[in-house]
């Protein structure tokens, strides 16, 4: 069974830093897209970062110049550094990826909150 395991969310307050991690396990044929999307309460969940197995990156424009996405293809990790952290940066983060086939999947969530 598949499980991506998210870890790294908590409390900071807003032009500090945050490093989320997440862990792949079980057999996925053919991994191509990893990234994050991120959701705040009351709206939709929204990319943040995708990064192709090549490692070409995509960001919002509201992290650009703050966020990093990398990944780890060895080991099936995928992190995300996010730095000067802004109150509109808080939400529940999600690790996602899609394989051949184009099956997705998705971690629980982690918790990201950024005080002002």
């Known amino acids: 069974q598949v499980q991506l395991v998210e870890s790294g969310g908590g409390l900071v307050q807003g032009g500090g830093s945050l490093r989320l991690s997440c862990a792949v396990s079980g057999r996925i044929f053919a991994i191509n897209t990893m990234g994050w999307y991120r959701q705040a309460p009351g709206k939709q969940r929204e990319l943040v970062a995708i990064i192709s197995n090549g490692g070409n990156a995509n960001y919002r424009d509201s992290v650009k110049g703050r966020f990093t996405i990398s990944r780890d293809n060895a080991k099936i990790t995928v992190s995300l550094q996010m730095n000067n952290l802004e109150p509109e940066d808080t939400a529940v983060y999600y690790c996602?990826?899609?394989?051949?086939?184009?099956?997705?999947?998705w971690g629980q969530g982690t918790q990201v909150t950024v005080s002002s």
């Open positions: 996602y990826v899609r394989a051949a086939f184009s099956y997705e999947y």
